[in-house]
C-alpha cells in the first residue's frame, strides 16, 4: 500500500495528527498532547513534527508519531525548521534580563542528539520583530542569513558565531534567498528622501555588484516569490496608501527578474485594481496571477511575463497550483463566497469542476496531486470551525468538525512518493464523515441570487447593477467619494438632484427609478401598473387636494363680499392674532389707536403710504385696491383684509392725500389729543367701523383655481423652452468637465453633440439668448 497522506491539526483542547487518503484515521503511536499549546510545524523533509508547550519544545517522527527530541526552552511561540530537518529554529517574546541587556531570544537548536546527550544549541541572536524572525536557509543548508541595520549577514550552518560574509546594502529592509541549486539573494530598499525604491539581486557570495537591479516608485515593501528553481524572482510591490485614492489597501505593483540578469520587466495587467494573489507552478516556467476589481481576472503568464491563458471574469482572489503541475485552483474566499473552480492544464485548460467551500480561510493543495483541504479557522470564525477534503472531481472526502480550530496543514511530501497517474478516475470511495455531511447539507429551494423587492421582480435588471462578468460596465474607480455632488457611482452616470414635477432630463431605460434605482411600479405606465392599495393612496391624496383648493376658493369668495369667515382662509395655517384683545379703537392717528397706546400710521398694517397713488397725488379706486390685496396673499386672514382696506381709506381722507373716491358717509368728529391719556386708562367705548358704500360695486373676482403638479403652469410651449434650456445648462457642464481633463462617458459626448439641434429647436420656438 501506498504511503497515506497526512495532516496536523491544532485546536483549543490540544493537537491531533490524522493520515488522510484513503484510511482517514489518526495516527496509531501518536499521544495526543493536551492544554495551552501556541504554535506547531512539519520539518520541509517531512520527517519530523514539533510542537511547543508552555515547558518545551517536543519533536517526534511522522511516520510512527514517537518523540524523537525534547528541547528545554519554555515559552515558545514560534517554530521552525530548516530545509532537510537538521536544525530546529525557536523565537520567544523579546525581553531583559537583570542588567537591563536584551535577551537572546531567537534559539537555533539541531534536532537529533545522540541518546545520553543533552539538546545541542548552535546559536543565538537577537531578534525583537516577530515579522520576518526566521532564518533563511540556501536548499543544501550551506549558508544561513539574516537581516541587522543596513546588511544582510550570511553564516555557514554549523557555526552560527561568526559572521562569514556580509551584504551591505544601506537601508535594506527586506531581503529573500532563493531555492534551488544556485545560491541567490535579493534584497529591497523603500523609497526614501525622493529617491526610488529598488530591488537588488546579487550572487553568493560575489556582494561586490548586482547581478540585476529594478528601480521603481510606489514601493513601500514588497514579497520576494521565487520559482522552484531559484531561477526568476516575482517581486510584488505595495504601497501603504493610494494617493490616487483609488483603493483602501494602496497600491500593487508587479515585477519579474531573473537570477542570471538577462531578464527584468513590469508586468503589464490590462484590468485596473489591485493583485490579489500570484503564484508559481511547480515547473517554474509559468506563474499566474488574479487582479482587478471585482470581479476579478485571472491570466496565465510565462516566465518572461508574457500572457499565455486568461480565465473568464469571476470573484476571485487565490490561485494555486497542484503539486505536480497539472491542476489549477481559482478560488474566492475571505468576504467571497468561497467557489473554487479547478481547470485541467494538460487539457486546454478545461474546467474539470467548481467546488462550494463557504467560510474556508485555509486551502492547500494534498501532496499526491488529487485532493484539497479547506479549513474554517479562529479566530476569523469562532463558528462552524472543522475541516474538509475534497477530490479534485468535485466530491468531498472527508469531513471533521471541531471546536476553536487555530492552525492545520499538509504533511509535506515528495511527489515522487505520491506520482500521478490519472488523477479523476476512478473516483475513490468517501469516507463515513463525508456521507454524513451531504445528508445534513439543505438545499435551498428558492433560487439563488441577489435580493429584489416585489415591485422590481419580474423585471429585467438595469446594466448598471450587473457585474462586468454578467454582461454589465465595467467598474470604474476615479477616486472621487461617492458624496460629492460631481462624482460618479462607479457604474455610470453621476446621480442628480430631481425637480418633483420637471421633466427628467434624459429618458429613463426600463424599470429604472429618477435619480437612480430600480422603480418599484416595473415598467408599467399609467394606473394600470399601480397596486390596488396605491391606486387608493394616490385617489385619496387628490381629493385631499382637491378639497384644499375648493375652502381657499371659498374663503376668498368671503373676503370679497366684506364677510369674514368662520374659519380661516387656509385650512393648513392656524388662525393668526385673531380675538378681542387685537380690537382698534378709532384715535387722532386714523382710527387706528389701540388701547396700549396708539400707533403710528406707517405702523399699522393696511398702511401704504409708500404706494405709487400716494406718491404722483393720483386718483385711487377702492375696487382695485381690495382686489390687489386679495391677489398679493391669498393665504392672510380676511381680518386683516378688511383692516388694510379701512386703514387705506381713512388714511386718504386727510387734507391733501390726494384720494378721490365717491360720496361718503361724514364721519365722527375726531378726539381732542388732550384726551389720549384717558384712553390709555379707561377704554372707550367700542366705534362700529366706517360703513363705506361699496355694496353697489362690483364683488371682486374670485381666481378659478385646479389641482396642478408642481412647475406644471404655463404654456405647453414654455415648458418645452425651459426643458431645452434645462439640457443646454447641462451640456455646458459636461463641456466644462470635459476641458478640465475629466474623461467622459461615450452617452456623455453623444449628448455634447446634440447642442446644435437643441439650439435649433430653441430658435424655432422663438427663444433668442
Not at 340 to 349: A, S, V
Not at 574 to 580: A, C, K, L, T, V
Amino acid at each position: 500500500m501506498s504511503v497515506p497522506t497526512q495532516l496536523a491539526y491544532r485546536t483549543s483542547k490540544g493537537i491531533g495528527i490524522l493520515n488522510a487518503a484513503p484510511v482517514y484515521e489518526q495516527l496509531a503511536g501518536f499521544v495526543r498532547p493536551e492544554g495551552n499549546l501556541r504554535c506547531c510545524c512539519y520539518s520541509p523533509d517531512s520527517r519530523y513534527f514539533a510542537w511547543a508547550s508552555p515547558e518545551q519544545v517536543s519533536v517526534i517522527d511522522c511516520s510512527v508519531g514517537y518523540i524523537v527530541a525534547t528541547l528545554p526552552t519554555p515559552n515558545v511561540f514560534e517554530l521552525g525548521f530548516s530545509p532537510l530537518g537538521t536544525y530546529i529554529i525557536t523565537w520567544q517574546r523579546p525581553g531583559k534580563d537583570d542588567d537591563g541587556n536584551a535577551i537572546k531570544n531567537l534559539k537555533v537548536w539541531k534536532t537529533l542528539v545522540g541518546e545520553d546527550e543533552e539538546p545541542t544549541m548552535v546559536g543565538k541572536f537577537v531578534q525583537k520583530s516577530q515579522t520576518g524572525w526566521n532564518l533563511q536557509y540556501t536548499s543544501d543548508e550551506k549558508f544561513c542569513a539574516r537581516s541587522v541595520t543596513n546588511e544582510v549577514q550570511f553564516y555557514e550552518s554549523g557555526d552560527l558565531g561568526t559572521v562569514w560574509n556580509k551584504l551591505i546594502v544601506e537601508g535594506v529592509t527586506t531581503f529573500g534567498v532563493s531555492p534551488g541549486k544556485n545560491h541567490s539573494v535579493a534584497v529591497f530598499v523603500p523609497e526614501r528622501k525622493g529617491l526610488p525604491a529598488a530591488v537588488k539581486l546579487f550572487q553568493v557570495p560575489q556582494f561586490n555588484s548586482p547581478v540585476s537591479q529594478k528601480t521603481f516608485f510606489k514601493g513601500d515593501k514588497v514579497q520576494f516569490k521565487w520559482n522552484e528553481l531559484g531561477t526568476s524572482v516575482i517581486v510584488l510591490a505595495q504601497t501603504e496608501v493610494d494617493k490616487t485614492n483609488k483603493s483602501y489597501y494602496g497600491e500593487t505593483n508587479m515585477y519579474v527578474l531573473s537570477a542570471s540578469g538577462g531578464f527584468d520587466s513590469r508586468i503589464q495587467l490590462d484590468k485596473e485594481g489591485p493583485i490579489h494573489d500570484v503564484s508559481w507552478s511547480p515547473n517554474s516556467k509559468e506563474f499566474g496571477v488574479v487582479y482587478g476589481y471585482m470581479p476579478a481576472k485571472t491570466t496565465i503568464f510565462n516566465a518572461r511575463g508574457v500572457a499565455t491563458h486568461s480565465f473568464n471574469l469571476a470573484p476571485r482572489n487565490t490561485i494555486l497550483f497542484s503539486p505536480h503541475g497539472r491542476f489549477v485552483l481559482v478560488a474566492g474566499f475571505g468576504n467571497l463566497a468561497g467557489q473554487m473552480d479547478i481547470y485541467d492544464l494538460e487539457k486546454d485548460y478545461a474546467k474539470v469542476c467548481t467546488i462550494e467551500a463557504s467560510n474556508a480561510s485555509v486551502c492547500e493543495w494534498s501532496p499526491d496531486g488529487k485532493h484539497i483541504l479547506t479549513a474554517t479557522t479562529s479566530p476569523r470564525l469562532r463558528v462552524d470551525n472543522g475541516i474538509r477534503i475534497w477530490h479534485v472531481g468535485g466530491g468531498i472526502m472527508y469531513n471533521e468538525e471541531m471546536t476553536e480550530l487555530y492552525h492545520v496543514t499538509w504533511r509535506p511530501q515528495s511527489t515522487l512518493t505520491h506520482p500521478l497517474e490519472d488523477p479523476l478516475h476512478p473516483v475513490p470511495t468517501p469516507h463515513a464523515s463525508a456521507l454524513a455531511y451531504l445528508g445534513t447539507v439543505k438545499t435551498s429551494s428558492k433560487p439563488a441570487g441577489a435580493y429584489r423587492p416585489p415591485g422590481a421582480r419580474g423585471t429585467s435588471t438595469p446594466l448598471h447593477f450587473k457585474r462586468e462578468d454578467e454582461g454589465g460596465a465595467a467598474y470604474s474607480n476615479n477616486g472621487i467619494s461617492s458624496t460629492s455632488g460631481n462624482s460618479s457611482n462607479g457604474f455610470g452616470k453621476p446621480r442628480r438632484r430631481e425637480v418633483p414635477g420637471a421633466e427628467p432630463v434624459e429618458p429613463l431605460p426600463p424599470g429604472a427609478a429618477p435619480g437612480g434605482g430600480v422603480s418599484l411600479t416595473g415598467t408599467g405606465e399609467g394606473e394600470e401598473a399601480l397596486s390596488k392599495a396605491a391606486l387608493k393612496n394616490k385617489k385619496k391624496r387628490e381629493a385631499k387636494k382637491a378639497k384644499e383648493a375648493a375652502e381657499r376658493a371659498a374663503g376668498l369668495a368671503a373676503g370679497a363680499d366684506g364677510e369674514t369667515p368662520n374659519g380661516p382662509a387656509n385650512p393648513g395655517r392656524p388662525e393668526q392674532r385673531g380675538g378681542p384683545r387685537h380690537e382698534r379703537s378709532r384715535s387722532k392717528n386714523g382710527g387706528f389707536g389701540s388701547q396700549g397706546g396708539g400707533r403710528s400710521p406707517s405702523q399699522q398694517r393696511g398702511y401704504q403710504g409708500h404706494s405709487p397713488h400716494r406718491r404722483n397725488n393720483s386718483g385711487y379706486d377702492e375696487n382695485q385696491n381690495q382686489n390687489q390685496n386679495q391677489y398679493q396673499n391669498q393665504n392672510y386672514n380676511n381680518r386683516y383684509q378688511q383692516q388694510g382696506q379701512q386703514g387705506q381709506q381713512q388714511h386718504h381722507s386727510r387734507a391733501g392725500s390726494g384720494y378721490q373716491a365717491g360720496p361718503r358717509q361724514p364721519q365722527q368728529p375726531q378726539q381732542p389729543q388732550q384726551q389720549a391719556p384717558q384712553a390709555a386708562t379707561a377704554p372707550p367705548p367700542r366705534t362700529p367701523p366706517i360703513q363705506l358704500q361699496t355694496q353697489t360695486q362690483t364683488p371682486a373676482i374670485v381666481p378659478d383655481l385646479a389641482v396642478t403638479s408642481p412647475g406644471g403652469g404655463g404654456s405647453p410651449q414654455d415648458k418645452k423652452v425651459r426643458s431645452l434650456l434645462k439640457k443646454i445648462r447641462a451640456i455646458d457642464d459636461l463641456k466644462m468637465r470635459q476641458a478640465g481633463g475629466e474623461k467622459l462617458e461615450d452617452t456623455q459626448v453623444k449628448k455634447i453633440g446634440t447642442e446644435e439641434s437643441i439650439r435649433k429647436e430653441l430658435r424655432g420656438l422663438g427663444f433668442t439668448e
